[in-house]
């Protein structure tokens, strides 16, 4: 599944007006390697790291 696709998922499910949890923005692919790094705070905090190129993350 594209990124794109992801973060249309992710902004569905979530209440932007309930939560201090940041609306995802997309922007245009690059033709290089794009990375996000995001703090997951749960009940293990934790970083995810998520990486794409062209378009689709590569795993």
Not at 18 to 30: I, R
Not at 32 to 56: C, K, N
Request: glycine share 4%; no cysteine.
């Amino acid at each position: 599944m594209a990124m794109t696709a992801k973060l249309a998922e992710y902004n569905r499910k979530r209440n932007f007006e309930k939560t201090a949890e940041p609306e995802g923005k997309s922007e245009q692919p690059a033709e290089y390697l794009t990375f996000v790094i995001q703090h997951h705070i749960a009940r293990s905090p934790h970083f995810d790291l998520r990486l794409e190129w062209d378009g689709m993350e590569p795993f």
